[in-house]
């Protein structure tokens, strides 16, 4: 299933992948696969914005800007004058 | 030893003597039991509706699956009941190492989004339990979406372990075991069929109705005292329609219904529920204005909060859901409300 189209923050530094594929192993969306030696974007309009490959890349290659695709969490954090706060489970 | 060290109540050092150091607990925490039992069940089952979720915890750290050996494998999770049941009961007639981390009761998905399944907590248990002496290996399978909370190489470099990212669902594990720790593509993808939606909508929409008693129980007084019993159900329901069109039916058929934003597809559900509405009841023309300023967009309102319930919705999405059309519905929301409220002060 896909959501809006355009929007996801994640970049990818060709310069700076060294192809150990961390990433896509870690990426629950298929939206990165091995491309000539490195790694490419195969389909940004599936990322969630996880951080999962951001997180996992030692080479510091990805940026995303992670966070919660939860509206009940944003709209929360609006009307408290913070940050996204979920209340998946209660914390 | 059925499942002991399971309940936080009754912690288990069944199978180790205690080392050197007195003072040193065993790394060992407990067994657990391949097969979930009854009570666990019908647990599992409440927990979906939102009752003793948050107290339905297991005691962090190393589980015995089976009989493990040093060779391991190592199959790390999170302390909540459910998430536990289900990994334990996915691996049926296996040995494991089980490494529950403390998530504070919460499931992978949505520690690994807040940090609590993260790389500082599984640092932190590798440590306590001395993994180190107990088993030869150094792999540790996480599940894969675990991943946004823990940086694999940081691990590696705290305390020598590989991380390796293993299927999304429990039940992959021994396909992605039996493969030499490979996965297919599909065990790495996360979907959302109709079952799971259907699941987590009848969620959504018994906190709504939650959130609805109170002016469900005002609108009930109010239509009670001025138009008589009988007219009661006819005042709910339109609402109670509305909040299932948003809540249950927007979820249920959540890959037909337009658009692409969620927001549209539950307006769109709402749209037709009122439409439906409308033909059975014949409203008064200014209760039929209400009706379709304002239930669609509580309808949309529902869908738009269902995002949360989904793993495939970016955050920078649904602030640009939002940023269109939470006002919208606001407005239509307040003209829907204002409107019935000049009608029954009117006519």
């Known amino acids: 299933m896909k959501y809006l189209e355009d929007v996801s923050t994640l970049k990818l530094d060709p310069a700076l992948c060294t192809g150990c594929g961390k990433c896509s192993e870690a990426c629950p969306r298929r939206v990165l696969e091995p491309r000539s030696g490195k790694i490419a974007i195969r389909d940004l309009d599936a990322c969630i914005e996880c951080g999962a490959c951001a997180r996992n890349c030692p080479a510091n290659a990805l940026t995303v800007q992670a966070g919660t695709g939860c509206a009940y969490a944003i709209l929360n954090g609006m009307l408290r004058g913070t940050a996204p706060t979920c209340g998946c489970q209660g914390d | 030893m059925s499942s002991c060290g399971t309940s936080a109540k009754s912690p288990c050092c069944c199978s180790q003597k205690a080392g050197a150091a007195g003072a040193a607990a065993p790394p060992v925490t407990g067994r657990l039991d391949p097969d979930v039992d009854m009570t666990s069940r019908i647990r599992g089952v409440l927990s979906r509706w939102g009752i003793g979720r948050s107290s339905w915890r297991v005691r962090p750290g190393l589980y015995a699956l089976g009989s493990p050996g040093r060779s391991g494998p190592v199959l790390v999770t999170a302390n909540y009941g459910l998430t536990v049941d289900r990994l334990r009961s996915s691996l ?86 039996a493969a030499g720790m490979k996965a297919a593509p599909e065990m790495r993808e996360v979907d959302f069929p109709a079952g799971e939606r259907l699941m987590l909508g009848v969620q959504e929409t018994l906190q709504a109705l939650r959130y609805f008693l109170f002016p469900a129980a005002g609108l009930t007084v109010y239509y009670g005292l001025r138009y008589g019993a009988p007219a009661i159900p006819g005042a709910l329901l339109p609402v109670f329609g509305a909040i299932l069109a948003g809540a249950l039916a927007t979820p249920a058929l959540l890959p037909w219904l337009p658009g692409r934003a969620f927001s549209v597809k539950g307006w769109t559900a709402g ?77």
């Open chain 2, 92 to 177: 049926p007639g296996m040995d494991a190492w089980l490494l529950v981390l403390d998530t504070k009761g919460i499931n992978v998905w949505c520690a690994a989004g807040k940090g609590t399944f993260g790389t500082e907590e599984l640092v932190r248990r590798i440590k306590a339990v001395s993994l180190d002496r107990v088993v030869d290996t150094r792999t540790l399978i996480l599940p894969q979406l675990g991943a946004p909370g823990v940086a694999a190489h940081l691990v590696t470099r705290a305390t020598g372990f590989k991380v390796v990212y293993g299927p999304v669902r429990a039940k992959d594990l021994p396909d992605f075991l």
């Open chain 2, 271 to 347: 749209l037709v529920w009122t439409g439906a509405l409308a033909a059975l009841t014949q409203p008064h023309p200014a209760a039929l204005a209400a009706e379709f300023l304002a239930l669609p967009a509580i309808s949309a309102f529902l869908a738009l909060n269902f995002t949360g319930s989904t793993v495939f919705t970016s955050q920078s999405g649904v602030n640009k859901e939002i940023a269109m059309f939470a006002r919208p519905i606001g407005a239509l929301t307040l003209a829907g409300t204002i409107v019935w409220v000049i009608k029954e002060v009117l006519i």
